[in-house]
């Protein structure tokens, strides 16, 4: 009787870490219950990693912006069809500004900023497929090549 007493707490914590492995940082819950896929980009001196994304129309999206680099870093797309902007943690900027009517939808500016060793974050659904540039805005970072291409596909 005394040897299966360690059976007990040995199935107890098997049970346990498969319901942790089941919970994914993979994706993000948004207040109305929508779950949204997470992207990580790096931000170095004067790189993305990665430097291309590949999105599908009508998902939602959590972009984490993680800077690596010595100094602030931004990561920002000019118009893209989208909705449901929110920005988490940036840097003091203006975020998610609406620039025009599209047909599909608002056209957005995307904008998120991190200083060095911090990170960022922003969600939104692209609606329409497409390809945008996205960069950092800090003057001279996008010149020394510091931009991506995102791709919304259908």
């Known amino acids: 009787m005394r040897r299966r007493f360690w059976i ?5 914590v098997i049970v346990g870490m498969a319901l942790l492995s089941a919970c994914s940082d993979d994706d993000a819950e948004s207040s109305d219950g929508d779950v949204a896929t997470r992207l990580q980009v790096t931000a170095s001196d004067f790189a993305f990693e990665p430097s291309e994304l590949r999105l599908k129309a009508g998902q939602r999206y959590e972009l984490v912006l993680e800077n690596e680099g010595q100094q602030l870093h931004e990561w920002t797309i000019d118009a ?8 988490g ?4 900027h203006a975020m998610g500004e609406t620039n025009s009517s599209g047909a599909g939808g608002e ?6 900023a991190a200083e060095r060793a911090m990170s960022a974050n922003i969600t939104f659904m692209p609606i329409e497929p497409g390809e945008y540039v996205f960069y950092c805005t800090v003057p001279g970072h996008r010149e020394s090549g510091m931009e991506g291409r ?3 596909e259908q």
Request: hydrophobic residues 60%; proline residues 8%; glycine residues 4%.
């Open 107 to 112: 056209m957005m500016t995307l904008h998120i």
């Open 80 to 87: 893209i069809p989208a909705t449901e902007v929110s920005v």
């Open 89 to 92: 943690a940036s840097g003091e």
């Open 8 to 12: 007990l707490p040995l199935m107890l």
């Open 150 to 152: 995102l791709v919304v």
